[in-house]
């Protein structure tokens, strides 16, 4: 991964996370040189990338498409009332860049797909899915298996959030906890927007850690929130011998 150097202004404003026992301008300078894929930049993923951009990653690719609806702002931070019936993602762009002008963005307004899925992943050292509906989820886990890149999972059910990391030849995959689209899964589905918060910080620390070598990501374990209790499970994941994405064949 290209580690470029950093200028006074970068470090300035990584200054207090550089103190990380470990972190040090090594690990700024690969995530500076770094750029991750994130599947939708609603609650959950744009929480994702407004810690990374805040984080000084280097260039965010990201997927999503359509309109704000009213109903998307308990949730969408980087959205505003002004944006409604305009594209997400220039809302999007402009909110981003407002905190971290010198955030490199590739916007895509479209959602993932069996058709785009592989040349995004190509843009990108990590992935992140975000996304609502198994087809676009399972088609970004195809994706990134095949070009051997990692992904951290992301996902929110009313007060739920989950979150685990793939690591094509390390783990199993997606398609190993679900090995076919739920017929009975729609696109919209309870959530409180803190929820999707949380869960979208915990995934950009993820990318994080992915990033710089640091910490132990999720690996083989999903962390699973209920955030009404309160009670948090780390519960193994095996890779399914007859999976046709990531098992032997």
Same mark, same amino acid.
């Given at each position: ?5 950093l200028t006074a202004e970068e470090r300035a404003t990584y200054e207090w996370q550089m103190w990380l026992p470990g ?7 690969? $995530? ?50 002004d944006g409604l019936g305009l594209l997400r993602m220039d809302s999007i762009v402009r909110r981003l860049h407002e ?14 797909s069996e058709a785009n899925a592989a040349s995004l992943v190509a843009q990108a050292d990590v992935v992140v899915d ?92 999903? $962390?699973?929130?209920? $955030? ?22």
């Amino acid at each position: 991964m290209n580690a470029p150097e950093l200028t006074a202004e970068e470090r300035a404003t990584y200054e207090w996370q550089m103190w990380l026992p470990g972190f040090g301008e090594a690990a700024q300078r690969k $995530l500076k040189g770094a750029s991750v894929l994130i599947s939708r930049v609603g609650g959950l993923g744009g929480s994702v990338a407004y810690q990374l951009a805040a984080a000084g990653v280097g260039r965010l690719v990201l997927a999503h498409a359509g309109h704000l609806r009213r109903s998307d702002l308990n949730r969408q931070l980087l959205q505003t009332h002004d944006g409604l019936g305009l594209l997400r993602m220039d809302s999007i762009v402009r909110r981003l860049h407002e905190l971290n002008p010198r955030l490199e963005i590739t916007a895509v307004p479209e959602n993932v797909s069996e058709a785009n899925a592989a040349s995004l992943v190509a843009q990108a050292d990590v992935v992140v899915d975000a996304a609502p509906l198994f087809e676009e989820r399972l088609a970004l886990n195809r994706a990134a298996f095949a070009a051997r890149k990692p992904m951290v999972e992301c996902a929110v059910y009313a007060f739920e959030a989950q979150i685990t990391t793939f690591i094509p030849g390390r783990t199993g995959c997606l398609q190993c906890l679900v090995p076919a689209v739920p017929p009975d899964w729609k696109r919209q589905f309870p959530v409180l927007g803190a929820v999707s918060g949380t869960a979208g910080c915990l995934g950009a620390v993820e990318v994080v850690k992915l990033l710089t070598g640091l910490g132990r990501p999720l690996a083989g374990t999903r $962390l699973v929130m209920d $955030l009404g209790t309160m009670e948090f499970r780390r519960l193994k994941t095996a890779r399914r011998a007859d999976c046709p994405v990531c098992g032997p064949g």
